[in-house]
Structures are given as structure tokens and as C-alpha cells.
């Protein structure tokens, strides 16, 4: 089953604004991560939170999290038109046997209008 | 330099048909994946393989199967295709799992999208 839901599944804004997407998931997590993939292109990684942590900064990136939710945000600051491409947040959290597993979510649509 | 490439990028064929996806990794990582990514933009693991340990998403018919010759390649196979595996096919790598805190970033090639007829 899916574990990592992003909300809302498509946002469009401004040149200029800020964009805030939401993730959350349903069983305990070793880290969170989030990547971007830009139209007919591979994913990039972006950032990756471990459980114990609740904020990471990198660039004009902010991550959250909260595992007492169960859910992350990423917040994307004075955002540029080339910010525009999906973002998955993936999970990393037991599979079974011993071995671990990275879920992703079905991704937010982000445009960013010039 | 391409950190992890896949070839071909587009591969059209017939339904029943046998093909393959080649993926290499030039970042010395010692654990590859394949994903399936649907028309929706789900992205869905179906393989996991290092050098010690193939791990095998349980959804996955059997159709498809990964070879590796070293530990810079990951090459798909699939046999009998379907309409159904219509998708584009990811490759990554990461480094292998770390110890207590799960998988590393992945990197990811640009993607196979495989079209049946």
C-alpha cells in the first residue's frame, strides 16, 4: 500500500511567492526525503530528514518534520519559474526481513507562473 | 559525466515480445534499483539488488527480471510484454544501506519509457 500522500496534488503560483507542499505517511520512518522531477526527466533528491531531526534548511528549501503526525512539509522561498516540476516526498521505513524500502507518493504538481 | 544513464530512452514494440533495459552507474554505489513510474506519476519500486542481496517488490510478475554483470550495471529484462507495461522504467543508485538510519539519497537516470502495442 502507498505510504507517503503529498498535498495538495497541484499548486500554481507566482514568481516570487512562496510554496508550501505537504506529505504525510502511515507507519514509523527512518528518514524522509524529498525529490523533484522536472517534466520527462529523472527525480533529483533534494533533501533527506532522519526521524530525530524536525527542520533542515538547504538553499531556499525548508523541510519539516513531525513524526508524532506523521507528516513533512517542504516549503520552497521566493520561488523561480525553473521550480517548476513535481515534488515526491519518499519514505524509508522496514519492508520486512531485516530489509528497508523507499515509497514514494504520487507527487505535487508545482507551477510557478513569471 | 552522466552519474547513472539508461538506454534506450524510448523503446516502442508488439505485445509478446522479449526486451531489455540497460542501466549503468559510474558513482561506485553499491546498491541499484528499477522503478516503474505509471501514467499517474506513481512512482513504485520493483527491485532492490547489491552485490549480496536481490530484493524483490512481491507485485512484480514475474515477466521481469534484473540482471546484474558487475556492480555498475542493472540491466531489466522483460519477457512476454503486455499492454499493461506501458510505463516509463527508472534505474538509481544509492550507496548501500546505512546501518541504522535506512536508505541514502538515491540518484536517479532519466528514465526508459517503454510503449506496447
Known amino acids: 500500500s502507498q505510504q507517503g500522500e503529498e498535498d495538495p496534488q497541484a499548486l500554481s503560483i507566482q514568481e516570487g511567492e512562496n510554496a508550501t507542499m505537504n506529505c504525510s505517511y502511515k507507519?514509523?520512518?527512518?528518514?524522509l526525503q524529498w525529490y523533484r522531477q522536472n517534466s520527462g526527466r529523472g527525480l533529483v533528491h533534494l533533501i533527506l530528514?532522519?526521524?530525530?531531526?524536525r527542520e533542515k534548511h538547504s538553499g531556499r528549501l525548508r523541510v519539516t518534520l513531525d513524526t508524532s503526525k506523521k507528516s513533512s512539509s517542504l516549503l520552497i522561498t521566493a520561488s523561480r519559474a525553473a521550480d517548476t516540476a513535481s515534488y515526491f516526498c519518499?519514505?524509508?521505513?522496514?519492508?520486512?526481513?531485516?530489509?528497508?524500502?523507499?515509497?514514494f507518493g504520487k507527487g505535487t504538481k508545482l507551477s510557478v507562473i513569471p | 559525466d552522466t552519474a547513472v544513464s539508461q538506454t534506450p530512452k524510448y523503446l516502442v514494440t508488439q505485445m509478446g515480445n522479449d526486451k531489455s533495459i540497460k542501466c549503468e552507474q559510474n558513482?561506485?554505489?553499491?546498491?541499484m534499483y528499477w522503478y516503474k513510474q505509471d501514467s499517474k506519476k506513481f512512482l513504485k519500486i520493483m527491485f532492490s539488488?547489491?552485490?549480496?542481496?536481490?530484493?524483490i517488490n512481491e507485485t512484480v510478475p514475474n515477466r521481469f527480471s534484473p540482471k546484474s554483470p558487475d556492480k555498475a550495471h542493472l540491466n531489466l529484462h522483460i519477457n512476454s510484454l503486455e499492454l499493461g507495461d506501458s510505463a516509463v522504467y527508472f534505474c538509481?543508485?544509492?550507496?548501500?544501506?546505512?546501518?541504522?538510519?535506512?536508505?541514502?539519497?538515491?540518484?536517479f537516470g532519466p528514465g526508459t519509457r517503454l510503449t506496447v502495442t
Open positions: 558513482l561506485g554505489h553499491d546498491t
Open positions: 519518499a519514505t524509508d521505513a522496514p519492508s520486512g526481513a531485516g530489509s528497508y524500502q523507499l515509497t
Open positions: 530528514i532522519r526521524s530525530n531531526e
Open positions: 538509481a543508485s544509492s550507496q548501500d544501506k546505512g546501518v541504522g538510519w535506512g536508505h541514502y539519497e538515491q540518484y
Open positions: 539488488y547489491n552485490n549480496k542481496e536481490l530484493i
Open positions: 507507519t514509523s520512518i527512518n528518514n
